[in-house]
C-alpha cells in the first residue's frame, strides 16, 4: 500500500490543512467589536465542527470499514483488546477528552440523548436538549447560545451527528441500542463546542491557532497511527481474501464466494448454467497419485476455460465438479452444438504426466437460466442431466429439459439440500415398514423400508416434496452416523437363535445402484445388518439411467451387490412396459408386480390372465412374486385363486413404524 496515494487521503489531507489556515485566519483579521467577534466565533465554531466531522468521517471510511473482515477488533472498549480500535463515536469522546485536557479555553462534547449503556453516565445539559431539538425540528445544521457566567461571555455551538445507512444498520440491529428504529438521515448526536468570548479578545491571534493546530496535529498523528496498524492487517486481508475467493489449485471461484455474487435475484442477463464432472477422475489419483492428480485437475479447467472462453465466471462445485456461467447471447443460437464442441475439444487435449501422455474428458449438464431463475434449483436440475450423462456413456453434455426431467423422475419441490441434511441431523427422519404378507395365513414375510419426514411430532410431510434432495444428502459418506442411528433405531434387536426374522428391503436410486454404492450412506449401516444377521434386499426400479446403460455394467455391479449379502428385488414390475429384459438378464429373489397390473383385475379377463402368466413366469425363474397395491377383499381373493402367494397393500397395512405392525 502507498501510504499517500488514493484520492480519499489526499483530497482529506488538503481539507485538513485548508480548514486549519482558515481557522488561523480568521481569528488573525478578527476585532474587537462585539458583533465581529461573535460572527468569528461561530466561524471559527463551524470550523472546529466541520475539522471533528471530517476526521470522524475519514476515520470511518478510511480506517474502519479498511479493517472490517481482517483480525483488527473495531469495538468501544478497545482499551480492553490487544489489536483493537475505537468505533468513531468513542474516537471522538477520546479526542475531546484529550483536547480537553490539553486547553483550559476551548472544550469540545459529543452528547446524545440516546447513549448506550456503558455511556448512561453522560447527562445532557439544558442547551443540549434545546439544541437536539432545535436542529430535529427546523432542518438546520448548526444551532448556538451565547451566555454568561461568573462575569464571562461564553459562545454554546451545536452541529448535528446525522445516521449514516452503516451507523443504521449497526444501531438498529446492536442488541444494546437503546433506540432499534433509526433511518439514514437521522441526527443521532450533536457536536458541542464551547468558547469564551472575553478570552477570544485578549488571546485571538494565539489561542485559537493554537488549538485549530492541535486539532489538526492529533487528528493526522491519531490517522497514521491507525493506518500503519491497518497497513499490516490489509496484506494479511488481501491474501485472505484471495484463498477464501478462489481455489488454489485450479483458479476457480469457491462455491460460497459464487453464490454471494450470483444467487441473487438482479443478475444482469440470461446465462447457461453448465455443470461439469471429469470423468473417472478418482482413477488418476488411484494409478498415479494425488500429485498427479491435482495436475490432471488443474489442466482440465484450463481446457475447459479454453473450450468455453465465453463464460463471465468458473465456479469449483466440489471436488471434481464445476460450474460454469456462459451469457445466452454469447452462445449463439444452437446450445446443443455449443457445448457438444466444448466436450470434444477437452478430450482432445494432451496432458503430459512425466513421460506419459494422457487425456481426460468431461461430462456436462446445462441449463438456461433465466435472470429471474432460482441459480440452486437450476444446479440441482443441471446436476440431474449431469447424472444422466454420465451413466449414459460419459464424455458427453445433455441438456436439462423438461422431458428428461419428467423421465428421470425430477420433481420440483420446496425443500432445499441443506434442509435434508439439517433434518438428517436432527434426526427428524424416521423408516416406516409396510407389510409384505402371506396372502393365504395373512402373516408378514418382509417389509419394506419407507423413509418419512416427520417434524416436531406433525403429520409427515409429502415425501414427493424432499425425496430427491434425500437421494441426494445419502450420497454424502459424512452422513454415515446420522443414517445409522435413524435405521437402528427404527428396528427391533435381533434375538439369538430367531428363525423368524423378516427381510427387510430398502429403496435405492438406480444411478446410486451403478454408480458410488459403497459411498453411499446406507450402505455401510445395511451391511452392518447382514453382519448382524438380517435379511436385508435391495429393491431394484426400472429407469432411464438402466435402461441405457450397458447391460454388462450392469450385470457386474448386480453381481457385485448380491456378493456383499444383499437379495435383489426388481420393484414396479410391468409398469409401462418395463422390467422383461431385466428379468431374463439378472436374478432376482422378488419380482414385484406394480399396482397397474391388477388395475380392473375383478371385471377384466385379460388382466387376470396376465396375471396368470406372470405366475408362471416368476416362477419359471426361481423368483417369488409379490403384487402391491391390493387395496380390498376380492382383489385378495382373486389373486390367491391365480395362483399368487404373497401381496402387498393398503389391505394388509399402511406404513407405520415396525414397533406399531
Not at 57 to 64: A, E, G, I, K, S
Not at 337 to 357: G, S
Not at 410 to 419: F, S
Not at 462 to 467: K, V
Request: with cysteine; proline share 4%; net charge negative.
Amino acid at each position: 500500500m502507498q501510504l499517500f496515494s488514493g484520492f480519499k487521503f489526499q483530497s482529506f489531507l488538503i481539507v485538513l490543512l485548508g480548514v486549519s489556515f482558515a481557522s488561523i485566519l480568521f481569528f488573525v483579521l478578527s476585532t474587537n467589536n462585539k458583533d465581529t467577534i461573535e460572527r468569528s466565533l461561530i466561524q471559527s465554531a463551524r470550523t472546529y465542527s466541520q475539522t471533528f466531522t471530517g476526521i470522524r468521517n475519514f476515520y470511518l471510511q478510511t480506517v474502519v470499514e479498511r479493517v472490517n473482515g481482517s483480525d483488527v477488533l473495531v469495538t468501544h472498549d478497545f482499551r480492553d483488546h490487544e489489536q483493537a480500535i475505537p468505533i468513531p463515536a468513542t474516537m471522538m469522546l477520546e479526542l475531546s477528552a484529550y483536547l480537553n485536557s490539553e486547553t483550559e479555553d476551548i472544550t469540545f462534547a459529543l452528547v446524545s440523548d440516546y447513549p448506550f449503556p456503558w455511556r448512561e453516565d453522560r447527562y445532557l445539559a439544558d442547551f443540549d436538549i434545546r439544541a437536539l431539538e432545535n436542529l430535529r425540528s427546523s432542518g438546520a445544521e448548526e444551532y448556538f447560545e451565547m451566555f454568561e457566567e461568573n462575569g464571562l461571555t461564553y459562545l454554546h455551538y451545536a452541529s448535528p451527528v446525522h445516521m449514516k445507512k452503516g451507523c443504521v444498520d449497526c444501531h438498529n440491529s446492536h442488541p444494546d441500542s437503546p433506540k432499534q428504529d433509526w433511518k439514514v438521515g437521522d441526527i443521532r448526536a450533536v457536536q458541542v463546542f464551547e468558547i469564551p468570548v472575553d478570552d477570544a479578545v485578549r488571546h485571538l491571534d494565539f489561542e485559537t491557532s493554537a488549538v485549530a493546530a492541535t486539532i489538526t496535529l492529533v487528528g493526522v498523528t491519531t490517522i497514521f497511527a491507525l493506518l500503519f496498524l491497518n497497513q499490516r492487517a490489509a496484506r494479511a486481508q488481501v491474501l485472505l481474501r484471495r484463498e477464501a475467493y478462489f481455489d488454489v489449485l485450479t483458479g476457480a471461484m469457491r462455491r460460497q464466494r459464487f453464490q454471494e455474487l450470483y444467487d441473487v435475484p438482479d443478475r444482469p442477463h440470461d446465462h447457461y448454467l453448465v455443470l461439469i464432472d471429469i470423468d473417472d477422475f478418482k482413477s488418476f489419483n488411484t494409478n498415479y497419485g494425488h500429485a498427479v492428480g491435482d495436475l490432471v485437475l488443474a489442466t482440465a479447467v484450463s481446457n475447459i476455460l479454453q473450450a468455453m472462453p465465453e463464460a463471465e465466471v468458473i465456479c469449483r462445485f466440489g471436488g471434481e465438479e464445476f460450474l460454469l456461467l456462459v451469457p445466452v447471447d454469447k452462445v449463439g443460437g444452437d446450445a446443443e452444438q455449443y457445448f457438444a464442441r466444448a466436450v470434444a475439444y477437452v478430450a482432445k487435449q494432451e496432458i503430459r504426466l512425466n513421460e506419459r501422455i494422457t487425456n481426460c474428458t468431461i461430462s456436462a449438464g446445462y441449463i438456461l437460466l433465466r435472470q429471474a431463475d432460482d441459480l440452486i434449483k437450476a444446479s440441482e436440475k443441471a446436476d440431474t442431466a449431469l447424472r444422466y450423462a454420465k451413466r449414459t456413456g460419459k464424455n458427453r453434455a445433455i441438456e436439462a429439459d423438461q422431458d428428461l426431467l419428467t423421465r428421470l423422475g425430477y420433481l420440483e419441490e420446496n425443500y432445499k439440500l441443506a434442509d435434508v441434511v439439517s433434518a438428517i441431523e436432527r434426526q427428524e427422519f424416521a423408516l416406516f415398514y409396510q407389510p409384505i404378507v402371506d396372502l393365504e395365513t395373512g402373516q408378514a414375510i418382509g417389509y419394506e423400508a419407507l423413509v418419512r419426514w416427520c417434524q416436531d411430532g406433525r403429520s409427515p410431510i409429502p415425501p414427493a416434496s424432499y425425496l430427491p434432495q434425500y437421494i441426494s444428502a445419502l450420497r454424502d459418506p459424512a452422513l454415515t452416523e446420522p443414517i445409522r442411528r435413524m435405521v437402528r433405531r427404527s428396528l427391533p434387536p435381533l434375538q439369538p437363535g430367531d428363525d423368524s426374522r423378516k427381510c427387510l428391503s430398502f429403496n435405492y436410486d438406480p444411478y446410486d445402484l451403478l454408480s458410488g454404492f459403497e459411498d453411499n450412506a446406507l450402505t455401510p449401516v445395511l451391511l452392518e445388518l447382514v453382519a448382524d444377521g438380517y435379511d436385508i434386499a435391495i429393491e431394484v426400479t426400472e429407469t432411464p439411467y438402466l435402461q441405457d446403460a450397458s447391460p454388462e455394467d450392469v450385470r457386474r455391479q448386480f453381481a457385485r451387490i448380491a456378493g456383499l449379502g444383499f437379495a435383489l428385488h426388481l420393484d414396479d414390475f410391468g409398469k409401462d412396459g418395463s422390467g422383461i429384459e431385466r428379468l431374463a438378464s439378472h436374478s432376482f429373489s422378488v419380482v414385484k408386480a406394480d399396482r397397474t397390473l391388477i388395475a380392473e383385475l375383478e371385471t377384466s379377463e385379460r388382466k387376470r390372465q396376465m396375471m396368470a402368466l406372470l405366475v408362471e413366469l416368476t416362477g419359471s425363474v426361481g423368483a417369488r412374486l409379490v403384487v402391491e397395491g391390493v387395496e380390498s377383499e376380492n382383489e385378495r381373493a382373486i389373486l390367491l385363486g391365480l395362483g399368487v402367494k404373497y401381496a402387498q397393500g393398503y389391505l394388509f397395512g399402511r406404513p407405520k413404524p415396525l414397533s406399531e405392525l
